[in-house]
């Protein structure tokens, strides 16, 4: 049977309408930490996805890298997030909550005076914005071998805390040169002890993570986040293919929802020889469902999900920027272009709707 983007799926234990999925998209306007009703209604907003999957989530204070970036990790942040997920089932939508550590991908301006952490000691290239102004990344700390356990347990207890949101699933983000992805590659990790050195070394912090997360949810309600050609904030592995081949192999074990695999996008391009195409590399390792990310639009979606390369598509800036995608691939309609200035936002102020929930849908009479 040849399905298509429109056609539902079984996703574990959760029925997706179809299989559009929103990518994980952050866009900076919470309440300082604490998702707002704005944020409701933006991604009620998107509820005819089959899936959405959320902004990335801080598990912890020290694992934060933006400024206005929601966190899961105290009661008023569940209470915030609550709002999100009534408003999106109450449309009939189906919503994952990605969850996240920054580490080196920070700066002590952000962490109220301390250092970010990380596997090593090596900063990540690039700048962030912070309440002193835009910085450059700050070398890290590197954790001590006996604090890793507890980050480990850090994202456990978000897992429990976002079931407690009413959420139908979670996604760890092991993808775009954040905590995780910093473990698995050796550009990031040169660790002497059981985290770093060996790939299967280099892997036990993601696998110990998704044990602890899966253990709350089930693998059925777990996906996880790789890209394995991102060259963001500096990453870099000296053997990709091997490094995430063994990842994706060991993830089979898991029985997870699914792997959110990135394409390279122009700049990955662009920096380095990267692994290009992605999907036809890994997808043979893999025995569970894929989403594949990066570039698509429905022809490439379809095609993706015709090859059995992938079970499931996602679309991060065409989402931005039509509320009712879905809608408008089924009619072949114009979308909306994305205004990158206002990708981000600057917490819960009165423009926070600018660039967010006022993207136009389709006008009411296209749709019949
Ligand atoms: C404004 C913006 C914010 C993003 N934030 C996240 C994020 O929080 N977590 C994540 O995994 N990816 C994030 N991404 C990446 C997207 O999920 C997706 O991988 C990327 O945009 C490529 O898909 P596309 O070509 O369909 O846009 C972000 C992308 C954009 C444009």
Redesign the pocket.
Known sequence: MNYNLFDSFQLGSNTLANRIVM?????LRADGTIPTQLMAEYYAQRVNAGLIVT??TMISPLSQGYMNVPGVYNDEQVAGWKLVTDSVHNAGGKIFL?IWHSGRVSHSALLDGEKPIAPSAIAGKGQLHTPIGKVDLETPRALETSEIPEIVEQFRDCAVNAKQAGFDGIEL?G??GYLIDQFLQDGSNQRGDKYGGSIENRARFLLEVVEAVTQVWGGDCVGI?LSPSNTFYGMFDSDPKATFGYVIKELNSFNLAYIHL?EA?EVDLSTRDVINPVLPVFRPLYEGNIIT????NKETGNKAIASGNAELV?????Y?ANPDLVTRFKQDAELNEPNPKT??GRGDTEDAKIGYTDYPFLEKSLLF
């Open positions: 990518a994980p998209m952050t866009r902004e990335c990605q983000h993808a775009f986040k990135m996008n990310n990066g570039g698509h996602s679309y991060g800036k065409p931005l990708f981000y």
